[in-house]
């Protein structure tokens, strides 16, 4: 420790570099983090914060809810079922919106459920759905699109008003703030399809133990019974989106641990007649190593966490307008990831200095 540290102070300028570099890559991989989880969590945050163990869907809708179309009377028959203890009808559909007197349209996610059911998020202003046949409840997002407490808003087409009566915090479904309105509504405004049941809703909410979830198909024809991370996976791009992101951070990974093996290896180039002259009066090649993982391991650590700093920073600076959330686990993930790579880089840097010839490295001094 105390000839590396010797040795970062006497070339402050060399190591700074190294260290800004490190922290580039480093804020670069954790900003994609947080742009992957953002994106994850504004496709199915609010799938996943419904109450209850699974949703029933169609059986051919491929775990896709816009495909899937079931009657909202199979709820009483679910109920019967021994071991349900709930089985709640929800409808999920797409809209837009504008508020009265505006010709701005939003985009937004539309989610009918019943005034007394489970399906009840925190509202952080105003009431719940009250029994009012044109009360909703929206998500804050919809704020900077000028949508408050008390506002009407207008869905397009068909023109039908609604009155917002409480306001929630992240409900976003598709990347579009959920709006809460009462299940009559809600089918009220779905267009006609042929085929479709008259009190066709999207998907049962239930609630009971796995043998019971199990023998649902079987009482009810055409359904199959879907975890609700089944139904966030499916949803068009999210596993694609996913799994692109991952790739470019895992590169990420894979180009930093190129270049601090590249940096550190021609600094031990650079210093192999040191090296040699220390190996000369007794110094071990264990010393000699110890002194450049400490080097890399400080560098790499004090890279990382000026990263997650900077992506941290910049989640209060973006706020709303972008989707992107910091995850403590991918976080720890990647950072961790960072500082193995940095240490493995080190590989070539630390085989030279095991092969450093006393003799030959001093006469290539002199």
């Known amino acids: 420790m105390f000839l590396s540290l010797r040795e970062v102070r006497h070339a402050k300028l060399r190591f700074a570099l190294i260290t800004l570099v490190i922290v580039m890559v480093s804020a670069l991989v954790f900003i994609i983090a947080g742009l992957a989880n953002g994106l994850s969590e504004g496709n199915t945050a609010a799938i996943k914060a419904l109450p209850g163990d699974a949703m029933v869907i169609s059986g051919g809708s491929d775990y896709l809810l816009d495909r899937s179309v079931v009657s909202a009377a199979d709820a009483e028959t679910i109920t019967g079922i021994d071991g349900i203890e ?15 007197g505006s010709a701005h349209l939003v985009g937004v996610s539309l989610f009918g459920v019943s005034n007394d059911g489970f399906v009840q998020p925190h509202v952080t202003s105003g009431t719940w759905l009250d029994g009012s046949e044109s009360g909703v409840v929206v998500d804050e997002s919809l704020s900077e699109d000028g949508v408050g407490l008390g506002d009407t808003i207008v869905v397009d087409p068909g023109g039908a008003e609604l009155t917002v009566i409480g306001i929630t915090q992240n409900q976003t479904y598709r990347i579009s703030p959920v709006i809460f309105l009462p299940l009559p509504l809600w089918q009220e405004l779905q267009p006609e399809q042929q085929g479709r049941p008259a009190d066709g809703v999207t998907a049962i909410l239930v609630q009971g ?15 199959t019974v879907a975890s609700k991370q089944e139904v966030s996976d499916h949803i068009p791009g999210e596993s694609e989106q996913n799994s692109t992101l991952f790739l470019i951070q895992i590169f990420l990974v894979i180009i930093a641990a190129g270049i601090i093996a590249a940096f550190f290896y021609i600094i031990t180039l650079q210093k192999m007649p040191e090296l040699g002259v220390m190996k000369a009066i007794g110094a071990s090649t264990g010393y000699l190593a110890r002194a450049l993982v400490s080097q890399v391991v400080g560098l790499a650590l004090a890279g990382v966490l000026i990263g997650i700093s900077i992506a941290d920073t910049l989640a209060l600076v973006i706020g709303n307008s972008v989707p992107y959330s910091i995850s403590v686990g991918r976080m720890a993930l990647f950072g961790s990831l960072l500082l193995l790579v940095a240490v493995g880089g080190t590989a070539l840097s630390l085989l030279r200095i095991a092969r450093v010839d006393p003799l030959d490295a001093i006469n290539k001094a002199g």
């Open 86 to 100: 709930r089985a709640e009808p929800i409808g999920i559909s797409s809209a837009n919106i504008k508020t009265k």
């Open 209 to 223: 133990s796995d043998q019971a979830l199990a023998s649902i198909p079987d009482a009810a024809p055409d359904v």
